[in-house]
Every structure is written in C-alpha cells, then in structure tokens.
C-alpha cells in the first residue's frame, strides 16, 4: 500500500551542492520518523540522516555540518540537502520510513528504490 519514490540524484563536481527528495504515498496514517541511507560500491549500506515526527535530526559524523534533512509532514514528502560534496559521497541514496497504515493499527519499515549520486570533476 505504500511507496517511497527518491528524486534529484545525479552528477554533480566536488563542492557542489545537491537535493534529494522522498515522497510516500499510499493509506497512510502516521509516519513516525524518515531517513536517508547511502550503499557506495564496495561499502556496506550506512545510515545518513533521520527526522522523527517531531522534527529532532541525526546525522552520521561524516555528513554533520554538510548535509540537512528536513520535512514536509503535509506532503509525506523527506529532502536532503547536500553541500560541500566529496567524491566520497558517492553512492546511492535510499530514503525509508517507518509508517503505519489506514487500515493497521502496526507500523512498518518501507523504502524507496534509491536514487544514483555521483560527486566527480
């Protein structure tokens, strides 16, 4: 019943600057919390950012002072804001929320098909 679609990957030079967005769709009723993960070829999948429902913000150490995530809670809808990029951010990106549906009273964990971000002069 539910989607998450990433959008605004793609190839950007060393110090640039991207958005990534995630919207969810579907027979939502709440979305407890949203994030951003990243898997660069080799790596194992590492967690980037969270944003609970009440807006408090994680970063993984790397990405502090670089990267902000935020929230549209009308439009189910996470972004993330990268800055200062390194070609070590290279990697796709995949949102995932925890999310309870309409017609459950359980929540569970979905997440988007990822979307390619490529840092490279």
């Known amino acids: 019943q539910v989607q998450l679609v990433e959008s605004g990957g793609g190839l950007v030079q060393p110090g640039g600057s991207l958005r990534l967005s995630c919207a969810a769709s579907g027979s939502i009723a709440v979305i407890y919390n949203m994030a951003w993960s990243r898997q660069a070829p080799g790596k194992q999948r590492e967690l980037v950012a969270t944003v609970t429902n009440g807006g408090s913000t994680t970063y993984a150490d790397s990405m502090k002072g670089r990267f902000t995530i935020s929230r549209d809670i009308a439009k189910n809808t996470v972004y993330l804001q990268m800055n200062s990029l390194k070609p070590e951010d290279t990697a796709v990106y995949y949102c995932?929320?925890?999310?309870?549906?309409?017609?459950?009273?359980?929540?569970?964990?979905?997440w988007g098909q990822g979307t390619q971000v490529t840092v490279s002069s």
């Open positions: 995932f929320a925890d999310i309870s549906l309409s017609s459950r009273g359980s929540a569970g964990r979905y």
